[in-house]
T-cell receptor, first 117, second 109 residues
Framework: EPEVTQTPSHQVTQMGQEVILRCVPI?????FYWYRQILGQKVEFLVS????????KSEIFDDQFSVERPDGSNFTLKIRSTKLEDSAMYFC???????????????FGPGTRLLVL | DQQVKQNSPSLSVQEGRISILNCDYT??????FLWYKKYPAEGPTFLIS?????DKNEDGRFTVFLNKSAKHLSLHIVPSQPGDSAVYFC????????FGQGTILTVHP
């Protein structure tokens, strides 16, 4: 069964460093998302991406964040200058198509645990 | 952001009995609702969903009920099994997903 994959599974970085989290969505999916979950808190929406551009972003997704689909398979989240409060589990998700009921089901990757020291 | 709320942080059920997980929402623009199951250190796994035009959707042991007038949905698991023990998140969709806080379900043998 196709699945969303994410690398790395864990990343430790120093405050102020740049990190890139990578995701490979399911191959025929068209909509891509990043979410994060700070320890003990809700899963929060960060950004959605469609047709090579951001379709929606949350207040969390400030200028330190960017997303890119550099090739036909990868979908990346870059944090330019990490802060302590960026420590969280980051989940990538994808969905097959547009606003049909089937298209709304988002499939999640296993996550990348980011720790900023 | 309290648009989706799961008021019970935990639920404990005996194996074979019914588990009922509840979720309330406030935004009437949501048009699709999903339940996800999550194990520690893993991503949410899709379980079952329901469109806002329906009031019930069933898949094996899992049934989701939607009461639009009350802005309430619930997930019924029957019979419950120890392997169902996990964190269950409800999520509401209008494009992006908005998640509830999660309910930890423990099914005792």
């Amino acid at each position: 069964e196709p699945e969303v994959t994410q690398t790395p599974s864990h990343q430790v970085t120093q405050m102020g460093q740049e990190v890139i989290l990578r995701c490979v969505p399911i191959s025929n999916h068209l909509y891509f998302y990043w979410y994060r979950q700070i320890l003990g808190q809700k899963v929060e929406f960060l950004v959605s991406f469609y047709n090579n551009e951001i379709s929606e972003k949350s207040e969390i997704f400030d200028d330190q964040f960017s997303v890119e689909r550099p090739d036909g398979s990868n979908f990346t989240l870059k944090i330019r200058s990490t802060k302590l409060e960026d420590s969280a589990m980051y989940f990538c998700a994808s969905t097959p198509s547009d606003y049909s009921p089937q298209g709304e089901t988002q499939y999640f990757g296993p996550g990348t645990r980011l720790l900023v020291l | 952001d309290q648009q989706v709320k799961q008021n019970s942080p935990s639920l404990s059920v005996q194996e074979g009995r019914i588990s009922i997980l509840n979720c309330d929402y406030t935004n009437s623009m949501f048009d699709y609702f999903l339940w996800y199951k999550k194990y520690p250190a893993e991503g949410p796994t899709f379980l079952i969903s329901i469109s806002s035009i329906k009031d019930k959707n069933e898949d094996g042991r899992f049934t989701v009920f939607l009461n639009k007038s009350a802005k309430h949905l619930s997930l019924h698991i029957v019979p419950s099994q120890p392997g169902d023990s996990a964190v269950y998140f409800c999520a509401a969709s209008y494009g992006k997903l908005t998640f509830g806080q999660g309910t930890i379900l423990t099914v005792h043998p």
